[in-house]
């Protein structure tokens, strides 16, 4: 059975803090991604990668960065958190090509609560 | 830009009944095309995509939609909804890269 995990279904920090969330798969995929998904407004792309430490911004990748040191996990950081970036996280993946070709398969998110 | 848009914020329909959900699209050629279904406390998970060739797709749980490109739409149907259905729906396009772009979503409310 195919997976994305993410290390933690709820996160509360306070502001100011970094703030690690981790996004492993074990389905080999090329491909990469962080959304933040916010009511009202679906999910948003922040960065992708579609390699091993390489990266690319997304639409909204301000107050984030991202690692991808090894090819089943990549990173999302706050550098410093703020009240703005409450939010729910999912990381998804895919194979490489053209996305249409594939499937994107998706963690079960993590609820940020930024304090 | 690419975009996506999905009308409905919210949707409530009595189990039995027929469902259909809207989607359009904003691109210049046709894009590839998908709905996920989110449950709650759940990922996203995919219901149907469409890449060419038969405008009418299936998917799974009872699921189908329709591809009409003179309107620029992806509506997705279902003949008779159960109450396990309540989800948030959310349309997407893959215009031509490894991207997603995905819609505001709609969610759906089943009553019995």
């Known amino acids: 059975d195919v997976k994305v995990t993410q290390s933690s279904r709820y996160l509360v920090k306070r502001t100011g803090e970094k703030v690690f969330l981790e996004c492993v798969q074990d389905?080999?995929?090329?491909?990469m991604f962080w959304y933040r998904q916010d009511p009202g407004l679906g999910l948003r792309l922040i960065y992708f990668?579609?390699?091993?430490?390489?990266?690319e911004k997304g639409d909204i990748p301000e107050g984030y960065s991202v690692s991808r040191e090894k090819k089943e996990r990549f990173s999302l950081i706050l550098e410093s958190a703020s009240t703005n970036q409450t939010s729910m996280y999912l990381c998804?993946?895919?194979?490489?090509?053209?996305?249409?070709?594939?499937?994107?398969?998706f963690g079960q998110g993590t609820r940020l609560t930024v304090v | 830009a690419q975009s996506v848009t999905q009308p409905d914020i919210h949707i409530t329909v009595s189990e039995g009944a027929s469902l259909e959900l809207r989607c359009n699209y904003s691109?210049?050629?046709?894009?590839?095309l998908f709905w996920y279904v989110q449950s709650p406390g759940q990922g996203l998970q995919l219901l149907l995509k469409?890449?060419?060739?038969?405008?009418l797709v299936q998917g799974i749980k009872g699921f189908e939609a329709e591809f009409k490109r003179s309107q620029s739409s992806f509506n997705l149907r279902k003949p008779s909804v159960h109450w396990s259905d309540a989800a948030e729906y959310f349309c997407?396009?893959?215009?031509?890269?490894?991207?997603?772009?995905f819609g505001t979503g709609t969610r759906l409310q089943v009553f019995p």
């Open positions: 998804a993946s895919t194979m490489q090509g053209a996305v249409g070709n594939t499937e994107a398969f």
């Open positions: 389905m080999d995929h090329e491909n």
């Open positions: 990668s579609y390699d091993v430490k390489m990266k």
């Open positions: 691109y210049g050629a046709t894009p590839y």
């Open positions: 469409y890449f060419s060739g038969d405008t």
């Open positions: 997407a396009v893959a215009p031509n890269t490894d991207k997603l772009i």
